[in-house]
C-alpha cells in the first residue's frame, strides 16, 4: 500500500510539473500582429469579420478589405462574411491574405412569392436586384432607383413633385378601368395604396415578378405584376452601426423651357393683331372710340425682355437632404435591424417641399432549433407642402403662368406682388407668383406598417409559419385660398378667402398561416406550400369646406362664418384566401412548378364571389447535361416556359351593387328627403383575367463572364370592366359588366458582361424592352372610348388598335393663296390664310368626321444601360435610359398657339398670314375672328416624337480606409448628379410627361407638369 501512495503521489508531482510547463509554454508563447487583405473575384470586401477561432476578440476589415489584430501563432482565424463561405486560416506568420468563396445557398437565393428558390432553379420570370447596387443613387423614391435597369419594367418620372411622380409599369399594362400599378409586398405584406412611406436606406432587395407563374400567388391582384421588397435584416456578427447622408441642390435645366414671347415680341404680335383687327374687321377701341392700337402695344420697342413667369416660379438651388442611421446586431439567439432616416425635399418651385420621417425596427428571436419568432414595426410621417395641387395641369399656375402678359410685372419695384397681371384684352389673371407663394394646401400621413410571425419546424423539412400584418393610416389636409390669390385663370383676385379641412383614415389587417415540406429522395426534390390567408380593410373619410373668413390671416376653420359643404362616408372590403404550391426537382436539372390561388373577395357579385388562378411553368437546366457539362463556353444555359391566369381585382368596393342615393320630392305639397336608386348591381360581376404565356431562357457563357436573358410574353386580358349602355327607358345609363378583351405581346432581353476583371474592373448591364397591345373588344358594340370632342379629349381606344393613341384632326398647313382656297375642302369657318386640315374621308368638307388616329403614347421600345467601373478603392458608374419610338401630344398648344390675343404665345406665331404679300411662314393661320377656333381643335401639330436618352445618374465613389481607429470602420464618400443630360427632339421640359399616368387610356398627354430638376448630390457613409 505504501508503495502505491508513493506512485501516486510521483505520478501527481510529475503530472502537476507537466502541466505547470505546458502553462509555461502556453503564456511564453509569442503573441504577433497579423495583418493582411481580404478579397473576392471582384476585388476587396469590407466589413469581413475576423475572429481567432473559440474566442471573442477580433476585427473587421476596412473599406480596403485589410485587417489587423493580435494572435498567437497556430491560432485559427475564421473569416466571415454574409453571402460567402466561412474561410478558417491557422497563423503561421504575421501576413495572411485570404480570397473569399461565394456561398452560393446566398447569394443564388432568389425572393419569390412565399419564401426564396435557387435562382438556377426558377421557371418563372423573376428579376431580382439588390439595393447595394444603387447604393449611391440619392433619390427619395425607391421606384426612381430602379428607372431602366430591370428588363419588362417600364419606370417614367411623369412629374417632378417632391416625393411624387413616379409611374410604374411591368410589362405594359393589363386594364383599361382597373389600374396599371403592379402589387407591392413588402415583407410578405401586400401594400394598399402609396408606397412612397418607404425609406429607400431600409430596403436590401427587389425582386420583381413578371409572368404568371410567378405571380399566381398573389391571384386576383397580380394582373399588373408584383414587386417584392425585402427590407434588412440584423445579419453578420455583433453589433455594427452606420450612418450615411447626403445633401444637394436642385436646377431646372434651361431645355425644354416654353418658348413663349418676351414683351418686345408680346407686344409686337398684339401690334400686328390689332392692325389686322382693324384692316379687316373694322375694330374700334373702346378706350378712345377711334380704330387705333391700344397703348400697352403702341410701341414695342419700349419693353426688353419683361417678365419671364416661368422662370419667375424657380427657386433655384433648391435644397435637398437625407439621414439615415441603421445599427444592426446578430447572435445565435437573436437579430436586429433599427433604422432612422430624414428625408427633406424643398421644391423648385417656391413655397413647395416633402418631408419624411421613417423607422423601422426588424427584430428575429430564435430561442431554440426550432422555433422562430419576429416582429417588425415600421411607422413614418410625411409632410406635403404645396406638392399635390395647384400646379401641375391645363391653367394651374405654371401653365397659367406662362400663358400670361410678359408685359405684366411679376414683382413691384418697392418688392411688392402686384394683385394681378393684365394688359389689354388679355383674360383677367391672378399674379401666379403671389398664388404659388401664398396659397396653403398642408397635408399631413402618419403611417405605421407592423408584422409579427412565428415559425416552427415541426419535422425535418417541415415548418408552420404564421403571422399577422397591420397597416394603419391617418391623413389630414388644410387647405387656404386668401383673397388674394383666389380665383385663377379668367377670374381674377380679390376673391372671398376659403378653406377646407379633409381626413381619412385606413386600417388593414392581414392573417397569412402557410405550411411548407421539403424532401430530398434520390434524385427527387419536393417543395410543397399551402395557406390560408384572410385580409380585411377598411376606410373613413371626412370633409368641410367654409368661406366668409374675416381677413386673410388665419388659415384655420374656425375663423370662416359660412359652411359651403360637409360630408362623411366609410368604405370597406375583404379577401380570403387559399394558396398551393408544388416545385419539383429531378437530378437538379429538370425543373416543374404548378401553383393555385383561389380567392374570395367582398368587392365582387354575390354569384361570381370566388375565382381561381392556376399556373404551371417547367425548366430545363441544359447546362448539366453530359453534351454541354464540360463546354468550354458555355458555363450555364436553362430554358423554361409557363402558363396561367391571373387576375385584378381594383374595381372599386360597391360597383357590384345597386346604390342609392338622397332624392328630394313632394310629399303631401311639402319637399321631402328621400332616397332612389341611382345605380344597378351585377350580382355576376367578376374580376378580370389574365391569361399570360412566357418562354425564357437564361444563357451564361465563359465562366459566366458575360449572361444573357431573354423572355417573350404574350398575356391576353379578357373579363375588362367596361359600362354597357342601357336604354333609356331603363331609368339608367349603363351597367358594369365584364366585356372587353385585350391582348399584350413583347420581347425582354438582359446581358450583363464583367468587360475587365484586373485592377480595373468594368462591368456593363443592358436591358431592352419591347412592349406591344391591341384592343380585341369593348362592350357589345366595340364602341371607342374617348376622342369625342375637338378639345380636351386626346385619346381614343379602339377595337384593332393599341389603348389611348392620340385621335385628332390632321394639320395641313395654311390657305395661302385664293387659288389654294377655292381649290381645296374647306371647314366652315375657312377663308384664305386660315388654317387647313386633311379631308379623311374625301367627302369634300373638313368637319369632326375627318378626325382620325394621329399618334401612339406607346414607345417602340425602351432600354437602360449601366456602367460601373472600379480601380482600387475608386469607383464610377453612370446609369443610360431610353424610349425609342412613341408620341407624346404638347396639348399646352391649345393655349399657347391661341390666336385671339388672349393669352402669351410661341414665338413662331410672330409668323402668322397677315395678306396674300405678307403671307407668313406658311404654317401660321391668319388671327381673324371666327376662323381661329379649328387651329386649337387637336391636331397632328400637336404631336411630337418622344423619343429620348437620358443620363440618369453618374456617381463617383471612393473607399476610405481607416486604421488603428476604435470607433470608426470605414467612411465612403460620393459624388452624384441625377438627370444630368436629356437628349430629345420633344420641345417641352419632359419627355415622359403624361396628364393622367395612372390612366393607360390617356397617355402622354402634356398640359404642363411640376419639372423634373437636375441634383447635384454629395454624400458620406461611415460605418462604426
Not at 406 to 417: E, F, H
Not at 566 to 582: D, K, P, V
Not at 686 to 699: C, N, V, Y
Not at 943 to 957: C, D, E, H, K
Amino acid at each position: 500500500m505504501n508503495d502505491k501512495k508513493k506512485v501516486r503521489r510521483s505520478m501527481c508531482f510529475i503530472c502537476g510539473i507537466v502541466l505547470w510547463m505546458s502553462s509555461l509554454a502556453v503564456f511564453a508563447q509569442e503573441k504577433m500582429t497579423v495583418n493582411g487583405t481580404v478579397r473576392d473575384n471582384q476585388g476587396p470586401v469590407p466589413g469581413v469579420s475576423v475572429l481567432i477561432q473559440n474566442t471573442r476578440q477580433g476585427t473587421k476589415t476596412d473599406a480596403s478589405g485589410r485587417y489587423q489584430l493580435q494572435a498567437e501563432k497556430g491560432a485559427k482565424l475564421v473569416f466571415k462574411s454574409i453571402g460567402y463561405r466561412d474561410t478558417v486560416i491557422t497563423v503561421t506568420g504575421s501576413s495572411i491574405n485570404v480570397k473569399l468563396s461565394s456561398e452560393a445557398k446566398t447569394l443564388d437565393e432568389v425572393v419569390i412569392s412565399y419564401g426564396t428558390q435557387q435562382r438556377k432553379e426558377v421557371t418563372g420570370a423573376i428579376a431580382q436586384i439588390e439595393a447595394t447596387e444603387m447604393k449611391d443613387v440619392p433619390v427619395g423614391q425607391f421606384s426612381q432607383k430602379l428607372q431602366g435597369r430591370i428588363p419588362g419594367v417600364q419606370i417614367s418620372q411623369y412629374t417632378g413633385r417632391p416625393g411624387q411622380g413616379m409611374a410604374v409599369r411591368v410589362r405594359g399594362s393589363a386594364s383599361m378601368n382597373a389600374g396599371s400599378s403592379p402589387l407591392y409586398v413588402v415583407d410578405g405584406q401586400p401594400i394598399t395604396g402609396d408606397i412612397g412611406n418607404i425609406n429607400p436606406d431600409e430596403i436590401e432587395s427587389f425582386s420583381v415578378l413578371k409572368d404568371a407563374s410567378a405571380t399566381s400567388l398573389y391571384g386576383s391582384r397580380a394582373a399588373n405584376g408584383v414587386v417584392l421588397i425585402t427590407t434588412k435584416k440584423g445579419k453578420g456578427d455583433g453589433v455594427n452601426i452606420s450612418l450615411s447622408s447626403y445633401g444637394g441642390v436642385q436646377y431646372v435645366p434651361q431645355r425644354g423651357r416654353p418658348d413663349v414671347m418676351d414683351a418686345h415680341e408680346f407686344a409686337q404680335f398684339m401690334n400686328n393683331y390689332f392692325t389686322d383687327k382693324i384692316k379687316y374687321e373694322d375694330w374700334v377701341n373702346p378706350v378712345t372710340g377711334t380704330p387705333e392700337i391700344p397703348d400697352d402695344y403702341k410701341n414695342p420697342d419700349q419693353y426688353g425682355k419683361g417678365t419671364d413667369w416661368y422662370d419667375v416660379l424657380l427657386r433655384k438651388g433648391a435644397p435637398i437632404q437625407n439621414y439615415s442611421l441603421s445599427v444592426t446586431a446578430n447572435s445565435e439567439k437573436f437579430s436586429t435591424s433599427i433604422i432612422g432616416g430624414y428625408f427633406n425635399q424643398q421644391g423648385v418651385l417656391y413655397n413647395t417641399g416633402y418631408q419624411r420621417y421613417s423607422f423601422r425596427a426588424n427584430n428575429e428571436f430564435r430561442p431554440n432549433d426550432r422555433l422562430t419568432m419576429g416582429f417588425n414595426i415600421a411607422p413614418t410621417l410625411q409632410l406635403d407642402h404645396n406638392t399635390t395641387i395647384n400646379t401641375d395641369g391645363q391653367r394651374q399656375v405654371i401653365d397659367g403662368a406662362f400663358i400670361t402678359s410678359p408685359i405684366s410685372p411679376a414683382i413691384n419695384p418697392d418688392g411688392s406682388l402686384p394683385l394681378t397681371t393684365n394688359t389689354f384684352n388679355m383674360f383677367q389673371n391672378p399674379n401666379w407668383l403671389r398664388v404659388l407663394k401664398e396659397k396653403l394646401d398642408n397635408r399631413k400621413r402618419t403611417r405605421i406598417l407592423g408584422n409579427a410571425f412565428g415559425e416552427y419546424k415541426i419535422l425535418d423539412g417541415l415548418k408552420f409559419k404564421t403571422s399577422i400584418n397591420v397597416d394603419a393610416e391617418s391623413f389630414n389636409e388644410l387647405n387656404f385660398v386668401p383673397s388674394t390669390a383666389g380665383g385663377g385663370l379668367f377670374v381674377a383676385p380679390p376673391q372671398l378667402a376659403t378653406g377646407s379641412y379633409g381626413t381619412q383614415s385606413y386600417y388593414s389587417w392581414l392573417n397569412e398561416n402557410v405550411l411548407t415540406y421539403t424532401k430530398t429522395i434520390g434524385e427527387h426534390t419536393f417543395d410543397l406550400l399551402g395557406g390560408y390567408t384572410t385580409q380585411k380593410y377598411r376606410q373613413e373619410n371626412g370633409n368641410i369646406n367654409k368661406t366668409d373668413y374675416p381677413n386673410d390671416l388665419i388659415p384655420w376653420l374656425d375663423a370662416a362664418a359660412t359652411v359651403n359643404s360637409a360630408g362623411s362616408n366609410t368604405t370597406a372590403w375583404s379577401l380570403e384566401s387559399i394558396i398551393g404550391r408544388l416545385n419539383y426537382s429531378y437530378k437538379g436539372r429538370y425543373l416543374l412548378s404548378a401553383s393555385m390561388r383561389r380567392d374570395g373577395s367582398s368587392r365582387f357579385g354575390s354569384d361570381k364571389r370566388w375565382g381561381s388562378f392556376p399556373s404551371a411553368s417547367v425548366g430545363w437546366i441544359a447546362s448539366e447535361e453530359d453534351f454541354l457539362k464540360d463546354n468550354d463556353k458555355i458555363s450555364f444555359l436553362k430554358l423554361r416556359a409557363s402558363y396561367g391566369l391571373v387576375g385584378n381585382n381594383n374595381i372599386g368596393n360597391y360597383t357590384s351593387i345597386s346604390r342609392m342615393s338622397p332624392t328630394n320630392y313632394v310629399f303631401n305639397g311639402s319637399l321631402v328627403q328621400g332616397l332612389s336608386t341611382t345605380s344597378l348591381g351585377n350580382t355576376l360581376l367578376s374580376w378580370e383575367r389574365t391569361k399570360q404565356l412566357d418562354i425564357g431562357f437564361e444563357l451564361g457563357l465563359f465562366n459566366d463572364r458575360i449572361n444573357f436573358t431573354y423572355d417573350y410574353y404574350h398575356k391576353k386580358t379578357d373579363g375588362m370592366l367596361y359600362p354597357v349602355e342601357l336604354p333609356r327607358g331603363s331609368g339608367f345609363s349603363s351597367v358594369q359588366t365584364n366585356i372587353g378583351a385585350f391582348k399584350f405581346w413583347g420581347h425582354e432581353l438582359g446581358v450583363s458582361s464583367k468587360n475587365l476583371d484586373g485592377d480595373l474592373k468594368w462591368t456593363t448591364d443592358l436591358n431592352v424592352t419591347l412592349n406591344r397591345n391591341e384592343v380585341l373588344a369593348l362592350g357589345t358594340n366595340n364602341t371607342p372610348i374617348g376622342g369625342y370632342s375637338d378639345q380636351g379629349d386626346f385619346n381614343r381606344t379602339a377595337v384593332g388598335h393599341p389603348i389611348g393613341q392620340f385621335y385628332g384632326y390632321v394639320y395641313d398647313g395654311v390657305y395661302m393663296t385664293q387659288q389654294e382656297f377655292d381649290s381645296q375642302p374647306k371647314h366652315q369657318s375657312s377663308q384664305i390664310g386660315t388654317v387647313r386640315m386633311k379631308d379623311i374621308n374625301n367627302d369634300g368638307v373638313i368637319n369632326t368626321d375627318d378626325r382620325t388616329f394621329i399618334g401612339d403614347p406607346n414607345p417602340d421600345f425602351i432600354f437602360g444601360l449601366t456602367n460601373t467601373f472600379r480601380y482600387k478603392d475608386w469607383d464610377l458608374s453612370f446609369l443610360i435610359a431610353g424610349s425609342i419610338g412613341g408620341e407624346t401630344m404638347a396639348a399646352t398648344y391649345e393655349n399657347i398657339e391661341n390666336l385671339d390675343g388672349v393669352f402669351n404665345v410661341r414665338e413662331e406665331m410672330i409668323h402668322a398670314w397677315r395678306s396674300p404679300e405678307d403671307p407668313g411662314n406658311g404654317k401660321v393661320p391668319r388671327t381673324l375672328a371666327g376662323t381661329t377656333e379649328l387651329f386649337r381643335f387637336t391636331n397632328s401639330r400637336w404631336v411630337y416624337n418622344s423619343t429620348y436618352v437620358a443620363l440618369r445618374n453618374i456617381s463617383l465613389g471612393r473607399n476610405f480606409a481607416i486604421k488603428n481607429n476604435n470607433y470608426i470602420k470605414n467612411i465612403r464618400a460620393y459624388l452624384s448628379v441625377q438627370e444630368a443630360l436629356m437628349f430629345t427632339s420633344y420641345p417641352g421640359v419632359n419627355p415622359e410627361v403624361s396628364a393622367k399616368a395612372d390612366n393607360p387610356l390617356q397617355l402622354g398627354v402634356d398640359q404642363t407638369a411640376y419639372p423634373v430638376p437636375r441634383t447635384f448630390t454629395l454624400g458620406i457613409n461611415v460605418g462604426f
